[in-house]
């Protein structure tokens, strides 16, 4: 009598384990499909954002680096025939400004209304490289390496923003 | 009777780092604002005028942001425009950066998000 109640009891414990058990699994599996919808929608909105925003006007970032390292490469034109003066370093400043407006114009602008976050960090990159573009261009001491410098500049800038545009895919 | 608010001038040549020709950078322009007491000049003045030193080639965006925003903000482009004028005193041409600046101040307001 004794072992058959001891039967019972353990065959009800299963029951209530295996019950258990199930209903955890069930919201497991529940908080599995939650997480995974809700990355799937975080990333949709990544890839429509990057086809319908991004790349119709990638060709307008690239053309804004080839520009610029147009720019930095007629400097160094400049600096190494002796061509350079106080009017060249304005010419020089003036023409890279026009580049960055209009880059911010027809890209940054766009980026904006849909991700403030990113748009600000590329106004703030391109920003940071014309802060140092001017500064070294209307130092007195201004020499050739400093214009190896904007070079090295320039390219962290350049990945940094390239980084930016397509970090959504890792 | 109402008071007649006068005419002020801000120079800049007062807030530039020893030896710098060029005015950049966020912190630069916010710490110039405060120095200058540009709102309440703003707030106290028919007409403002900033001179800039003759010496001076470039004042980025990056500055004029945060140096004007306040009473880019308050103001408006047109009273902007009305209230505020620079004198440059080389041969540094400030109207792109600022038009740049103005534009960026005003588009913050009209952020979707």
Known sequence: ?170 | MEMIKGFIMIDLGDFRTKGAKVFTGRNRGKQVRIKSQIEAVEKNSNKVTIKVPEDIYSINPSFLEEFLRPVVKKLGKHKFYEKFSFECEGPYDINTDLEEAVDRILRENHALV
């Open chain 1, 1 to 170: 009598m004794l072992l058959y109640k001891f039967y019972c009891s353990l065959d009800v414990f299963a029951t209530v384990a295996s019950i258990i058990i199930a209903a955890f699994a069930v919201l497991q599996f529940t908080y599995l499909v939650f997480i995974q919808a809700k990355k799937e929608k975080k990333r949709n909105k990544k890839e429509w954002f990057h086809r319908l925003v991004i790349e119709p006007k990638i060709e307008e970032v690239y053309e804004f680096f080839e520009k610029s390292e147009s720019e930095f490469e007629d400097l160094k034109n400049l600096f190494n025939n002796g061509d350079f003066s106080l009017q060249s370093s304005l010419n020089k400043a003036e023409k890279f400004k026009v580049l960055i407006y209009k880059f911010r114009r027809s890209f940054v602008d766009l980026v904006d209304p849909i991700d403030n976050d990113l748009a600000v960090k590329i106004q703030g990159l391109v920003d940071d490289l014309l802060d140092f573009y001017t500064e070294k261009l209307f130092s007195d001491s201004f020499k050739l390496t400093d214009v190896k410098l904007i070079y090295n500049k320039f390219y962290r800038v350049q990945s940094q923003i390239i980084y930016l545009l397509y970090r959504w895919k890792n």
